[in-house]
């Protein structure tokens, strides 16, 4: 990919901005209870606001699905944000997203001063698959600024028209965070350090289907946890009791095994799991070996004998990405697992290798589980995006962008 256009190249001083985000965090009875990427999208805000610029932000908010579902609104986020910026964030919450009142608002901004726009996706034609919908969104929405930056890396594998359409209409540029994602997914992607280690977790084989076929080519050790582990042992012959499992992907699974075989990839596998009989929080957990789970028992971590092979063998690489929670880690009983891994990615760092969090699930649970960001290489802010990017796979907002 080539560089984007660059930030520091954009003329912003008396000019108001159009800057995608990506404010997606998590929500518990409409509090934040992760404001990681919040913070992530402040440099490229103040280095605007430094500039002389006025801002119109746009970012979504789950999947409302083109209807405006109060529970998906952006006010808590505009809060939280004026709270870090130090300065009030004006925030217009309509349905349409846009109409002439906001981009009257809009117009209205003297620099310095900052409005968010409400969820983007609650206006349906933002996510619309017909280009000719998104198009006239976009048009509306260029209406509201002179200059557009992107810098929502969660959402740049979407052909959105605030992601895709947009920033053909505005001269345009990449905000720092996009630039310092790409910039670490080119060492992943382009002549990594060796040994290079991927942690792949989370539930569904078939969500990471492609980025395991693409890597089996790349990397020297990949080690396999979260539900998905269940599918891969079963597909070696093994009882897995009532764990999650993907019938239909049994004999894909055969075949990435055999693949890394080949390859002379090193895929690790659970050799002790921690099971429980049901899905829940207080449920007593058991260790068993992973040829001996119960019939009537679930697997929700990885063991201690699993997490300390995977560990070592995450210790003694270079570049290392990670991808999905090795168990539960929402629950305490479950957790080990994922710790354990998290505490061999900062071993990685500490001997000067780079360690990537790839976003999602995985900067939550490191979160949660009392680690710092600065403790890690890199916390992508894109789980899907950093997926897609690992895949090989052309994403329409970095497109969009220039890359």
């Given at each position: 990919?080539?560089?984007?256009n660059?930030?520091?190249?954009l003329q912003?001083?008396?000019?108001?901005?159009?800057?995608?985000?990506d404010l997606?965090v998590?929500?518990?009875?409409?509090?934040?209870?992760?404001?990681?990427r919040?913070?992530?999208?402040?440099?490229?805000i103040?280095a605007?606001?430094?500039?002389?610029?006025?801002l119109v932000?746009?970012?979504?908010?789950?999947?409302?699905?083109?209807?405006?579902k109060p529970?998906l609104?952006?006010?808590?986020?505009?809060?939280?944000l004026?709270?870090?910026l130090?300065?009030?964030?004006k925030?217009e919450s309509?349905?349409s997203?846009?109409?002439?009142?906001?981009?009257a608002?809009?117009k209205?901004l003297?620099?310095?001063?900052?409005?968010l726009?409400?969820?983007?996706?609650?206006s349906?034609?933002?996510?619309?698959?017909d280009?000719?919908e998104?198009?006239?969104?976009?048009?509306e929405?260029?209406?509201?600024a002179e200059?557009?930056v992107?810098d929502?890396f969660?959402a740049?594998?979407r052909?959105?028209a605030?992601?895709?359409?947009?920033?053909?209409?505005l001269?345009?540029?990449?905000?720092?965070?996009?630039?310092a994602?790409?910039?670490?997914?080119?060492?992943?992607?382009?002549?990594?350090?060796?040994?290079?280690?991927?942690v792949?977790?989370?539930?569904?084989?078939?969500?990471?289907?492609?980025?395991?076929?693409n890597?089996?080519?790349?990397?020297n050790?990949i080690a396999?946890?979260?539900?998905?582990?269940f599918?891969?042992?079963?597909?070696?012959?093994k009882?897995?009791g009532?764990?999650l499992?993907?019938?239909?992907?049994?004999?894909?699974?055969?075949?990435?095994?055999?693949?890394?075989?080949k390859?002379?990839?090193?895929?690790?596998?659970?050799t002790?799991i921690v099971?429980?009989?049901e899905f829940?929080?207080?449920?007593?957990?058991t260790l068993?070996?992973?040829?001996?789970?119960?019939?009537?028992?679930?697997g929700?971590d990885?063991?201690?004998?699993?997490?300390?092979?995977?560990?070592?063998?995450i210790?003694?690489?270079k570049?290392?990405?990670?991808?999905?929670?090795m168990?539960?880690?929402?629950?305490a009983?479950?957790?080990?697992?994922?710790?354990?891994?998290?505490?061999s990615?900062?071993?990685?760092?500490q001997?000067?290798?780079?360690?990537?969090?790839g976003g999602?699930?995985?900067a939550?649970?490191?979160?949660?589980?009392?680690?710092?960001?600065?403790?890690?290489?890199?916390?992508?802010?894109?789980?899907?995006?950093?997926?897609?990017?690992?895949?090989?796979?052309?994403?329409?907002?970095l497109k969009a962008?220039?890359?």
């Open positions: 990919m080539t560089s984007a660059s930030l520091s190249n912003v001083s008396g000019k108001r901005v159009f800057l995608r985000c997606n998590p929500l518990k009875e409409g509090v934040i209870t992760d404001d990681g919040i913070r992530a999208s402040l440099p490229t103040k605007l606001l430094d500039g002389g610029a006025s932000i746009a970012a979504h908010l789950g999947r409302p699905k083109g209807e405006a529970e609104s952006l006010a808590p986020i505009a809060k939280r004026g709270e870090l130090g300065k009030e964030v925030f309509v349905a997203v846009v109409n002439a009142d906001v981009t608002k809009a209205a003297a620099a310095g001063e900052v409005l726009l409400e969820n983007i996706r609650y349906a034609a933002e996510t619309s698959k280009e000719a998104r198009a006239s969104f976009a048009k929405l260029a209406e509201l200059v557009y992107g929502g969660g740049v594998h052909k959105h605030s992601v895709f359409d947009l920033p053909k209409l001269p345009s540029a990449a905000g720092l965070l996009v630039a994602e790409v910039e670490v997914l080119k060492k992943l992607t382009e002549n990594p350090e060796r040994p290079y280690g991927v792949l977790g989370g539930a569904k084989v078939s969500d990471k289907l492609a980025v395991i076929e890597l089996l080519g790349k990397v050790v396999i946890g979260g539900g998905m582990l599918t891969f042992l079963k597909a070696q012959g009882e897995i009532k764990s499992c993907e019938d239909e992907m049994l004999d894909t699974v055969k075949g990435l095994l055999a693949t890394a075989e390859n002379g990839v090193k895929l690790l596998l659970p002790d099971v429980a009989p829940s929080a207080d449920a007593t957990p068993v070996s992973a040829d001996a789970i119960p019939a009537d028992q679930l929700l990885i063991g201690p004998d699993s997490a300390k092979a995977f560990a070592e063998a210790a003694g690489c570049t290392v990405f990670w991808n999905g929670p168990g539960v880690f929402e629950f009983n479950f957790a080990n697992g994922t710790k354990v891994v998290a505490e990615l900062i071993k990685v760092c001997n000067g290798g780079i360690s990537v969090v999602g699930d995985s939550a649970a490191v979160r949660k589980l009392g680690f710092a960001d600065d403790q890690f290489g890199y916390i992508s802010t894109g789980g899907g995006a950093s997926l897609e990017y690992l895949e090989g796979k052309e994403l329409p907002g962008l220039g890359f």
